[in-house]
Structure formats: C-alpha cells, structure tokens
C-alpha cells in the first residue's frame, strides 16, 4: 500500500524560484493537510482541505498556496521562494478531522532555499 | 503562541529504564494523538485518545489522557533503543477546524 507520497524527497532552490510540492493518496481520504517541520519547534499547519474544491488556511499560510482538484492530490505551491521557507514539508491525510481519525503522513520533502 | 506544549524538549535515558512524556493544552482537546518519528523520517501514528480518564497501551508505551482533557501523558517501560525517536503530540480542539502539534519530544536511549 502507498498511503500518503511526496515528491520530491529533497530541492535546493534558489531564492525568488517557485515550485510544486507534490502530495498524493490512495486511501480514499477526504482531509489532507500540508505542515512544516522546523527544527525544536514541531509541525506547524501551513493548509488542508476538507475535501475536493475545499481548501482553508492553516497557521502559518503567508508564502504558499494549494489547490484540490481530486480527492487524491494536494499540491503546495511556492511562488517566490524566501530563505525563511528552508524546512521540512510533510503532508498528511485522514478521512475526517473531528472524528477521532488518526493521519497518515508521508515521509516528507527537505527544502532548502539559498 | 503554541497551543500544545510538550515537555521535556530532550530525554536520555539507559536502556532499561521507564520514562515519561507530558503534552499540555490551555484548551479542551477533542481528540490526542501520539505520534514517532524517527530521525529523516515521516510520522508514524502510534495511539489515539478521545475520552476524559482514557487510558491505552501498546507493547511497552502507555498513553493517558486527563479526566478534563487537557492533558496527556506518555509513559515507556522498560525502554530500549528500538523506542528512541521523536515524540509528538497531536491534537484537534474541541473549537475549531485546525491540527495542532506540540513541539516535539527527542528520546535517546543508550545502551
């Protein structure tokens, strides 16, 4: 079984580059989520979606963007990169939030911006 | 502000020995959930509690959640290096649509 994949697993990018982070699932979950994981300081929730069509923001937004097109993929997009951006980027799916569903996490994307 | 706090921030202990890990909330949690993850690594889920006295146990790892629900503890018996990693706490509010995360546990055990 797949679960939940990212791609790519690591990027280095140039400051002011943009890029897709790729997040996929074959479980058939209707909540997706995207967090950055900065060192001592845990996951932080960037966007989810409760579903196809449906996306909210999250803690920390500024700099990102997504979009749910299918119920499988929730991509993150970067338009202009900034070095405060270097982290790692975990997305993670559920069937729903409230009703005591764990996440499944994929195994995540380094990302660093020089 | 973090809405979870998680403590202690390290932990080293000799294989052998149990330990404890704390997860706080200011707010009444709906549900709390411990997750691993091991160094490089995604999360993995380990338990899930939503009731007020809760209580669940795995192998080794024993988890607990406070009658109001606002706090939940970690215990590991008999540690091994096999258990060492990060430990996260998780949760959803009872008011409110977002996912919180405490800000980590490490656990190193030596051998």
């Known amino acids: 079984n797949a679960g939940v994949t990212q791609t790519p697993k690591f990027r280095i990018l140039k400051i002011g580059q943009s890029m897709t982070l790729q997040c996929a699932q074959d479980m058939n979950h209707n909540y997706m989520y995207w967090y950055r994981q900065d060192p001592g300081m845990g996951l932080k929730l960037i966007y989810y979606?409760?579903?196809?069509?449906?996306?909210d923001k999250g803690e920390v937004p500024n700099g990102y963007n997504v979009s749910r097109s299918t119920t499988e993929d929730f991509p993150l997009r970067l338009e202009l990169a900034a070095p405060s951006q270097t982290s790692v980027y975990f997305c993670?799916?559920?069937?729903?939030?409230?009703?005591?569903?764990?996440?499944?996490f994929g195994d995540g994307t380094r990302l660093s911006i020089l | 502000s973090q809405e979870l706090e998680q403590s202690p921030q390290s932990l080293i202990v000799q294989e052998g020995k149990n330990l404890t890990i704390n997860c706080t909330s200011s707010k009444t949690l709906y549900g709390l959930y411990w997750y691993k993850q091991k160094y490089g690594e995604g999360l993995i889920f380990l338990m899930m509690l939503q009731k007020g006295g809760e209580e669940k146990s795995h192998e080794k790892i024993t988890a607990k959640l406070d009658e109001k629900k606002q706090q939940s503890s970690l215990h590991i018996t008999a540690s091994q290096p096999s258990h060492a990693g990060i430990y996260l706490c998780g949760a959803d509010m009872v008011a409110g649509n977002q996912f919180y995360f405490g800000t980590g546990t490490s656990l190193t055990v030596i051998p």
């Open positions: 993670a799916s559920s069937y729903y939030q409230q009703g005591g569903q764990p996440q499944h």
């Open positions: 979606s409760v579903g196809a069509g449906i996306t």
